[in-house]
Structures are given as structure tokens and as C-alpha cells.
């Protein structure tokens, strides 16, 4: 028998954080097995959450991105190891910067699996004189295909392949899929996700239906020790037409909990619709990291995690204290919010907060543990 009462006493812990709201959906084999919110939607004007607020998913976007492409390598659109520049032409002459500050012609092609597996050498610069032109040029609309151009106009941090670098990746993999696919991303995305998941409230942009529905951003303070109203934006999102693949979907618990319980139930959600096949699954949770690589990927709430196609995924239990499986795989976002998906166990977890400057290193790998010692 499930308990989860000591889940429950971890959200409610979490305003004594800091963090002024919180809200969790656990689900197995497409069944609801808990769903928990604690705090606020809107601290100052006193409105409790109600489980139905919006949020801005920031990288928890990217499971949803890479999932989009994978549904393009499984139909032969393209392959792991072909040049990004094949699709992309911009990305053929690439420059890396030196240790020395100096531009040099990259000696190997950018290939497709550098983009899912953050190795291509970008960085998260979003504004580089390249971009800042784009968005003049574009009057602010930021349409995603001219982002990634923009963005390969910058130099490589280093050679495509040699280490791991957060970065705007899944950006220029959503213009990839808009090539690819020859659908605008946005429309890509709820066509083949967002509709067959039955996902009626997520979107890549804001639309008049969703205002009145956003819980409250905060950012915590450091210097006051506590989290402060921010404005309702997005800082990612370039422009009205940037489907920013990286940090652009707007969702809620119960429709991001559709599409991770989907993931964890070998690619088909509760709707009987499979978005990718378990193959394609399998491969996302591979670890891509070399011995190199894995020392980029040092942040403290990836102990025990390598970086597979654009999601951790637990390799090593004992190095990180880890309570679920290997294989084990997910994501976070800038406010906070967590996916877990465990296709052995057909179990999934997403947890939404919004508030920057997140404690995320306190609170992922404890809602981790905490859910496998309830089940």
C-alpha cells in the first residue's frame, strides 16, 4: 500500500525554504497515484494554489523537444551522426575560441547528437551582437529558424564533441525539426504532443485564454532570504515567433504529468496514442558522456546522473545516493520544476514551483528519494 504522507510533509516544509508554492502529480501506468499542492498561487493577495495554475516550464521544455526530434529519427529524417549543417547550412564553417581568445576554423563538423547532448560547443549567451541584430532585423518577432542562424554565427567554446556545455542546443534542434519536418515548431509540437496527449492547456506561447491562470513568479533573494513577485515573462523566449525548444513551453501539473506518464509507459499516454516508440526511449536515457564530459557535468543535484539525448539519466546509484533504478531519466526548469520517468517502474513524477534562483539542488534529488521510500 502506497503511503505518501511523508511526501505531502516535504511539500508543506518547502514555504519554511523559501519556495511559496509547490504542486506534485505522481503517476503509474497511467493511473494518478498522488497529487499534492502546498502554499501559494498568489502569496501577496493570499490565494492558496488550486492545482490548475499555469507556469513557464523554461528547460523542463526540453524531455518535450527532444522527444519531438527522436519522433524524427525514428521516421529516417535524419540520423545521429550526420553534420548538423546538412539541414542547417549555416553550421558548416564553425570557429572555436581558443584558450587564448583566438578564432579557429573547428576541425570537426557539428553533428546531430552534439545538439541533443548539449556537446556542441555553444553556450547560453542570449545576447551576442549576432542575436541582437536578429532580433532588429526581425522587429522582435524571433522566429526560431533565424535564432539558430544567429546563433551559429558565434564562436564554439570548444571543438564539437570534446565537453559538455549547458546551452541554447535544444534552440537550434527546434529549427532542425522545423526543417526537417517543414512545420513551424510550435504547431509540430501540439500536432504530435501536445493533441494526442490530450495536453489542452500547454502552449509555446501566451495566448488571452491563459491570462488570469499563472501562479505568481517569484525570484528568492539571497540578501533578503526570501522570494520576491517578478514580472510574468520568460527571459528565453526572444520573440512572438521564437518557439524556443530550450525554455519556451508554458503548462500545467496535470498536463505535463500526461506527457511524462506517457514516457514512462514505453511512449503511449493514457489516450491509447504513442508519441515515440520504447526503442527511441531507450536510446534518450543513454548515457552520451565520456570520461571528459562527465567531469563538465558536475553539477550537485546530478550525482549519480550521466547526460543522455537532452535528459539525465542515473548511471551510478552509489555515487549519488540515488533511490530510483539506472535508467531513471528527466530534466528540470530555471522556477523549479522536476520530471522523473522511470519506464521499469511505469512511474513518472512532475513537480512544478515558479520561482527563479529555485533551490533545486535542496529540493530534486529529496522529492527523488522521498517518492521511492512512499511507494
Known amino acids: 500500500m502506497n503511503d505518501f504522507a511523508a511526501l505531502g510533509a516535504f511539500l508543506d516544509s518547502l514555504e519554511n525554504r523559501g519556495i511559496p508554492g509547490a504542486d506534485v502529480a505522481v503517476m503509474r501506468d497511467h493511473k494518478p497515484l498522488y497529487r499534492h499542492q502546498a502554499g501559494w498561487r498568489d502569496r501577496e493577495a493570499g490565494e492558496k494554489l488550486r492545482g490548475d495554475e499555469l507556469y513557464f516550464m523554461y528547460s523542463c521544455s526540453k524531455p518535450i523537444t527532444v522527444t519531438a526530434a527522436m519522433q524524427q529519427l525514428e521516421l529516417g529524417r535524419f540520423l545521429l551522426t550526420d553534420p548538423v549543417y546538412e539541414y542547417l547550412p549555416e553550421y558548416r564553417d564553425l570557429f572555436v575560441r581558443d584558450a587564448d581568445g583566438n578564432l579557429l576554423k573547428a576541425k570537426r ?5 552534439h545538439l541533443f547532448s548539449m556537446t556542441a560547443g ?15 532585423a526581425t522587429q522582435w518577432r524571433c522566429p526560431t529558424r533565424e535564432v539558430a542562424r544567429a ?48 495536453m489542452a492547456h500547454s502552449a509555446f506561447h501566451r495566448t488571452a485564454a491563459m491570462e488570469g491562470r499563472f501562479a505568481v513568479q517569484y525570484r528568492f533573494d539571497d540578501q533578503k532570504g526570501r522570494a520576491e513577485p517578478i514580472a510574468l515573462s520568460a ?27 506517457a514516457m514512462a509507459c514505453g511512449g503511449v499516454g493514457a489516450t491509447g496514442e504513442r508519441i515515440l516508440s520504447t526503442a527511441a526511449i531507450d536510446l534518450m536515457r543513454q548515457n552520451q558522456l565520456g570520461e571528459t564530459q562527465m567531469a563538465d557535468f558536475n553539477w550537485p543535484q546530478m550525482a549519480g546522473y550521466g547526460y543522455g539525448l537532452g535528459v539525465r539519466t542515473v548511471v551510478d546509484r552509489a555515487a549519488g ?16 520544476a522536476y520530471v522523473m520517468i522511470d519506464p521499469s517502474s511505469r512511474l513518472s513524477v512532475f513537480y512544478a514551483q515558479h520561482m527563479l534562483n529555485n533551490k533545486e539542488p535542496y529540493v530534486h534529488p529529496r522529492l527523488r528519494n522521498i517518492v521511492y521510500g512512499c511507494i
Open 235 to 261: 527571459e528565453h523566449v526572444l520573440g512572438p515567433e521564437h518557439d524556443s525548444g530550450g525554455a519556451g513551453i508554458i503548462s500545467c501539473v496535470e498536463d505535463y504529468a500526461k506527457f511524462t506518464d
Open 109 to 113: 563538423p557539428m553533428l546531430v547528437k
Open 321 to 336: 545516493g540515488v533511490m530510483s533504478p539506472v535508467g531513471e531519466f528527466g530534466w528540470g526548469g530555471a522556477a523549479g
Open 151 to 198: 546563433i551559429a554565427q558565434g564562436p564554439l567554446s570548444f571543438e564539437p564533441g570534446a565537453h559538455w556545455q549547458y546551452s541554447l542546443c535544444h534552440d537550434v534542434l527546434a529549427a532542425l525539426v522545423e526543417v526537417i519536418s517543414g512545420q513551424r515548431f510550435a504547431e509540430y509540437v501540439k500536432a504530435r504532443i501536445f493533441d494526442p496527449l490530450g
Open 122 to 136: 555553444l553556450n547560453y549567451d542570449l545576447h551576442t551582437p549576432a542575436l541582437e541584430a536578429m532580433k532588429a
